[in-house]
């Protein structure tokens, strides 16, 4: 396939990682394109030990990087460096994400894991790094089509109109809960977040100030995120 980059004696090695990488702009130029593919696979292979299987498109690439029975190398860091190494390369910050060693019977589910979890830290803003499930399992399973994700992405619909209002529960919750944060982060009087968390309480239905409130209401938010909706306000 386009940018393949075979590893020497790779039928040997055992429970590879499905690394995918999103980022960068897109090449539209057929000559820079090559340039920079040539670039692409002779840094991932130059950098992974043992050499890595990359498949580069203009603005993704899918690697799968073996390792040798009993090794020591630590996995992630190499995701680390193979991602830092693609940045490099095409001159701007790249989201990765990563499945794991997995067997060879896994490898067709643990790479479509990895560039579902890089296409979701991209959807939701997220900054570009390495990412594991561990790190967007919440908004992973909240990103599942059932009818609990679309109640959860309905349930804000009121305060779309009251966009200081979204504003305001994500502050609020991301500043666990604490008014006097909220308030000086948004520049803003603790009695305005009070007001305003009032108003959220009375257009959704849901108590900010509540256990089930809070978590059904941060369930909504990173729902929205992850849909690929607004961030937050």
């Known amino acids: 396939e386009r940018g393949a980059v075979p590893s020497n004696g790779c039928q040997q090695r055992h429970d590879p990682q499905q690394l995918a990488l999103s980022g960068g702009d897109v090449e539209t130029d057929a000559k820079a394109w090559r340039t920079r593919e040539a670039r692409t696979v002779r840094v991932l292979d130059a950098v992974g030990t043992p050499p890595t299987l990359a498949i580069v498109e203009p603005d993704s690439a899918t690697v799968l990087v073996p390792r040798r029975p009993g090794a020591d190398t630590d996995w992630f860091r190499l995701a680390v460096d193979l991602t830092s190494a693609v940045g490099e390369v095409v001159g701007s910050a790249v989201t990765g994400a990563v499945s794991g ?15 579902e979890l890089v296409e979701l830290a991209r959807r939701m803003g997220r900054e570009p790094a390495v990412y594991q499930l561990k790190d967007l399992a919440l908004p992973f399973q909240l990103s599942r089509a059932t009818a609990g994700h679309h109640y959860l992405g309905d349930c804000l619909l009121p305060l779309d109109p009251f966009p200081e209002l979204m504003e305001t529960l994500d502050v609020y919750l991301h500043h666990d809960l604490d008014r006097g944060r909220t308030a000086r982060a948004l520049g803003i009087h603790p009695n305005t977040v009070n007001n305003r968390l009032g108003r959220i309480r009375d ?26 909706g607004t961030s937050a306000y």
Not at 105 to 115: D, H, M, S, T
């Open 101 to 115: 060693p997995v067997k060879r019977r896994e490898l067709a589910g643990a790479g479509a894991l990895a560039r």
């Open 203 to 228: 257009l959704v239905g849901l108590d900010p100030n509540c256990y089930e409130g809070i978590m059904t209401l941060g369930s909504a938010l990173e729902a929205r995120r992850a849909g690929g």
